[in-house]
């Protein structure tokens, strides 16, 4: 098994979701989340004084796949997330040793 997270641009959410669900993968855990990459942030005017937004608002998705299904959703995600403009995101893949339901405790693959 292995963790997907992904940080993305918040407007890209929903196009990801649905990326995500046609591959075949439905549980997604998401984030709201603040940073900066390259981009460094950006300048804004407000109220006529100039200051520096050093974090952009970002969405972080996280969810658990089992080996076979990696590459599809990570195809699905890069897919659907992807502007072309600076500020697109980061994909991390973490390997997940056990998952297990709280409710069933059912484990590995099963509990996800």
Do not use: S, W
Request: proline letters at 3%; zero cysteines; charged letters at 35%.
């Amino acid at each position: 098994m292995k963790k997907i997270e992904a940080i993305i641009k918040p407007f890209k959410l929903d196009e990801v979701k649905e990326a995500l669900h046609e591959v075949g993968l439905q549980g997604i855990t998401v984030l709201e989340a603040k940073g900066f990459g390259r981009q460094k942030g950006h300048t804004e005017l407000y109220r006529g004084a100039e200051y520096v937004v050093d974090f952009l608002p970002k969405v972080k998705i996280e969810l658990v796949v089992e080996d076979e299904m990696l590459e599809r959703a990570v195809e699905a995600i890069q897919t659907a997330a992807h502007t072309g403009r600076i500020g697109d995101g980061k994909i991390f893949i973490v390997p997940v040793e056990d998952a297990i339901r709280v409710r069933t405790g059912e484990r590995g693959g099963d509990a996800i």
